[in-house]
């Protein structure tokens, strides 16, 4: 209290002093004018005589007006200095009060300032009094501010104060907060606070955190380390931690409703961790995993910022690092680079197409991915995990166009190509050519080589399952909440995604995913769902191709087969079709085992449809058939090809409905049975005559002949012998 007490005299003498000062020198001037009005007196009644009245009528106005300029003058540095002393003399005793005189004085100059934007000759007084309320405020405010510090210190500020407060310490939150609000009102009285401008008692709260932060990370000690920027990191998040509750409780009644206590002492802690950024990024430019470490630690604190403290403000960490191009494309090539070197290191792998070994057993419709696709989602994954929390939509769509779309057209190309080369080695060229590249350099195997049918359709389950997982995948993508967003955004804004586009480099333009910069799709991810689609109904096609193939391979003696016209007894199943349907049966056990059965239904029904169509080509269209040679047909069919197709289908008939009714047609008795059913001789009557189209239409219907036409049911007929001199 005796230093108090005696620094207040001090002050108290110094403002007498300069008042003391002020006074004499207003004397002064006092005395001044009226000499010079004096002086005017005389030289008016010397010259009266002798001046043209008019011409002493405009001297005498001038020097009436410069006499009120400088009575002026003189009153408002009168009144400018008593503000002054009075606001020093109660900023001691009463803050509250000295903030009267003292927002009198700002107003009375911004007053002065309006006026010498119309009358020049008050700029001068403008200036000095602009310079009085600089200096009064300089003067206020080193009083406040110690005032205001004694009260932290007696909290022991910036220790950790924890509601709710007891007796003892809450008198010392009552001066903390009149001290604050003094602050308060000295700053606000001036000027109206901006959005980026913290409070001053808050940026004085503020020191002994900020010294700390000096201390720990920008000396030489141990904590200082540019690879570990987690460190000042987690301490500035626990200095927000530990500090909040005071912030919320204490402070922000104090301040008014729009100005939030917590985001400026975040915002304030914040200035410690941008200083650091700007000094370390340069030191972190030749160091890309050191980058790569920093800016995703940057972009996470940012979200916890938002997520954990409810942090609104428009100027976060991450904006520093993204908004400098040389610092952004530096870390977006590292991660370009890492990422292109982990697909390559992906793809290079001799296991990249073998089946996921975690998906080796599981549920029958689960698909049995690829290692390559498992870790390529994977890698995507993290590429979308990396970039998602950067603030610019450019950025984003940087990132995504030039890397995840770049990486999902790589893998797409690599995909088509092995189609490309299975489908000309094991289709088009139907021997094996002298002198043609081994499967260690193709990356396929014919149908041929060795493993036969099967090895083919392993190979062609692999690419298969890795474009179905990447469509799956991709799918999944399309509902993901932060592509809908960006989705969103790059709607809104389609210039962006175009720009983008525009900058990729030139030999990654023929990648047939980036069409999407060119029209506006579903959603981003449309044209490589589409891409990826495309890929797998080609394999199946393939698959059913393959299929057919080995069948029509192995029925080349069953097609020759030149028997059908005759009358000789008929055995269980020809001879001839044992083969091709052994084989038939393992390509659907295996089919059945690697696909999920929705696939293996849909290829299962194209492989018989493809036979259908065989045995009406090779067998039904091309031969005459006996009654012997008809049921011989229909041994082989029901008791051969639909029987095996039972195992996976109860009426696989349904399927081979053209092949089921030319059976029917052909194994229909000449003349009327027992049964209720028309005779072949009853339809072939019908038929001739093209008048009684109802009665046609009626014994078809008895028949169950629904698919055929009646042109394809003459064709039918007309392979019967017993129909060759009949017909008319």
């Known amino acids: 209290?005796?230093?108090?007490?005696?620094?207040?005299?001090?002050?108290?003498?110094?403002?007498?002093?300069?008042?003391?000062?002020?006074?004499?020198?207003?004397?002064?001037?006092?005395?001044?004018?009226?000499?010079?009005?004096?002086?005017?007196?005389?030289?008016?009644?010397?010259?009266?005589?002798?001046?043209?009245?008019?011409?002493?009528?405009?001297?005498?106005?001038?020097?009436?007006?410069?006499?009120?300029?400088?009575?002026?003058?003189?009153?408002?540095?009168?009144?400018?200095?008593?503000?002054?002393?009075?606001?020093?003399?109660?900023?001691?005793?009463?803050?509250?009060?000295?903030?009267?005189?003292?927002?009198?004085?700002?107003?009375?100059?911004?007053?002065?300032?309006?006026?010498a934007t119309q009358q020049p000759q008050y700029v001068p007084l403008h200036t000095h009094l602009k310079k009085s309320q600089m200096r009064l405020r300089e003067e206020l405010e080193a009083v406040l501010v110690k005032n205001f510090k004694q009260t932290l210190d007696t909290?022991?500020?910036?220790?950790?104060?924890?509601?709710?407060?007891?007796?003892?310490?809450?008198?010392?939150?009552?001066?903390?907060?009149?001290?604050?609000?003094?602050?308060?009102?000295?700053?606000?009285?001036?000027?109206?606070?901006?959005?980026?401008?913290?409070?001053?008692?808050?940026?004085?709260?503020?020191?002994?955190?900020?010294?700390?932060?000096?201390?720990?990370?920008?000396?030489?000690?141990?904590?200082?380390?540019?690879?570990?920027?987690?460190?000042?990191?987690?301490?500035?998040?626990?200095?927000?931690?530990?500090?909040?509750?005071?912030?919320?409780?204490?402070?922000?009644?104090?301040?008014?409703?729009?100005?939030?206590a917590k985001d400026q002492f975040i915002q304030g802690l914040l200035q410690d961790v941008n200083r650091k950024l700007q000094k370390t990024m340069p030191q972190l430019l030749t160091h890309p995993n050191w980058l790569s470490h920093t800016v995703h630690q940057v972009l996470e604190f940012d979200k916890l910022l938002v997520e954990e403290f409810a942090y609104n403000d428009p100027f976060s960490v991450s904006r520093i690092l993204t908004n400098n191009p040389v610092w952004f494309n530096t870390w977006f090539q590292a991660e370009k680079s890492f990422a292109q070197s982990r697909y390559d290191e992906i793809m290079l792998d001799r296991q990249a197409f073998d089946i996921y070994a975690e998906d080796d057993f599981d549920q029958k419709d689960t698909i049995k991915r690829t290692k390559s696709a498992v870790r390529l989602v994977n890698l995507l994954d993290n590429i979308t995990t990396a970039y998602q929390l950067v603030?610019?939509?450019?950025?984003?769509?940087?990132?995504?166009?030039?890397?995840?779309?770049?990486?999902?057209?790589?893998?797409?190309?690599?995909?088509?190509?092995?189609?490309?080369?299975?489908?000309?080695?094991?289709?088009?060229?139907?021997?094996?050519?002298?002198?043609?590249?081994?499967?260690?350099?193709?990356?396929?195997?014919?149908?041929?080589?060795?493993?036969?049918?099967?090895?083919?359709?392993?190979?062609?389950?692999?690419?298969?399952?890795?474009?179905?997982?990447?469509?799956?995948?991709?799918?999944?993508?399309?509902?993901?909440?932060?592509?809908?967003?960006?989705?969103?955004?790059?709607?809104?804004?389609?210039?962006?995604?175009?720009?983008?586009?525009?900058?990729?480099?030139?030999?990654?333009?023929?990648?047939?995913?980036?069409?999407?910069?060119?029209?506006?799709?579903?959603?981003?991810?449309?044209?490589?769902?589409?891409?990826f689609e495309q890929l797998i109904k080609r394999v199946e096609k393939i698959i059913v191709k393959i299929a057919i193939k080995d069948w029509s391979t192995e029925s080349r003696k069953y097609a020759r087969k030149n028997a059908w016209w005759q009358n000789s007894d008929f055995s269980e199943i020809s001879d001839e079709l044992y083969k091709p349907l052994q084989d038939l049966r393992m390509t659907w056990n295996y089919l059945y085992r690697i696909l999920p059965q929705a696939e293996f239904l849909i290829i299962f029904k194209q492989i018989l449809k493809e036979i259908e169509d065989w045995y009406w080509k090779h067998i039904i269209a091309s031969s005459q058939f006996s009654p012997q040679g008809a049921l011989q047909l229909e041994t082989d069919i029901k008791s051969g090809l639909w029987k095996i197709a039972q195992r996976w289908s109860k009426k696989p008939e349904n399927y081979t409905k053209k092949l089921k009714e030319a059976i029917q047609l052909l194994t229909l008795p000449f003349e009327q049975a027992d049964n209720d059913l028309p005779s072949c001789g009853v339809l072939m009557k019908a038929l001739s005559d093209t008048n009684q189209l109802e009665p046609v239409q009626t014994i078809l219907d008895k028949l169950g002949i629904e698919v055929l036409s009646n042109s394809q049911i003459r064709d039918v007929l007309r392979r019967r012998n017993d129909m060759l001199y009949s017909w008319s």
């Open 155 to 260: 909290l022991s500020w910036p220790t950790q104060i924890k509601p709710p407060y007891g007796p003892q310490l809450r008198s010392k939150l009552e001066l903390f907060e009149q001290a604050f609000r003094h602050l308060l009102m000295l700053q606000t009285s001036s000027s109206t606070i901006q959005q980026d401008e913290i409070l001053i008692p808050i940026s004085i709260m503020l020191e002994g955190l900020s010294l700390r932060f000096r201390y720990h990370f920008e000396t030489s000690k141990p904590t200082n380390r540019i690879d570990k920027p987690e460190w000042y990191l987690t301490h500035v998040k626990n200095a927000i931690s530990t500090h909040i509750p005071f912030m919320m409780t204490t402070i922000q009644p104090v301040v008014a409703k729009h100005i939030s």
């Open 391 to 531: 603030p610019q939509l450019s950025h984003k769509l940087t990132f995504f166009i030039h890397v995840q779309l770049n990486l999902l057209g790589q893998y797409h190309k690599r995909l088509s190509t092995a189609i490309d080369s299975f489908e000309a080695l094991s289709l088009i060229r139907s021997v094996p050519v002298p002198g043609s590249l081994p499967e260690a350099v193709t990356g396929v195997m014919t149908a041929t080589e060795t493993g036969g049918t099967v090895s083919a359709l392993h190979r062609l389950h692999r690419w298969w399952t890795s474009a179905r997982s990447m469509r799956d995948a991709l799918k999944d993508w399309n509902e993901d909440e932060f592509f809908l967003e960006l989705q969103l955004q790059s709607n809104e804004d389609t210039s962006c995604i175009q720009q983008v586009v525009d900058n990729v480099p030139v030999q990654e333009r023929n990648n047939c995913m980036l069409n999407i910069a060119h029209h506006q799709t579903e959603s981003l991810f449309s044209d490589a769902t589409i891409a």
């Open 1 to 115: 209290l005796d230093s108090l007490k005696k620094e207040t005299k001090n002050v108290l003498k110094r403002t007498l002093e300069n008042a003391t000062q002020q006074h004499a020198f207003l004397e002064e001037l006092s005395v001044s004018l009226a000499t010079t009005e004096q002086s005017m007196d005389q030289s008016i009644t010397t010259n009266q005589k002798e001046a043209n009245p008019f011409d002493q009528l405009a001297v005498l106005e001038d020097k009436l007006r410069t006499m009120d300029h400088a009575k002026s003058y003189i009153k408002a540095l009168l009144v400018a200095s008593e503000l002054s002393s009075k606001a020093l003399q109660l900023v001691q005793t009463s803050p509250e009060q000295a903030m009267t005189p003292y927002v009198q004085l700002v107003q009375f100059e911004q007053y002065i300032d309006q006026q």
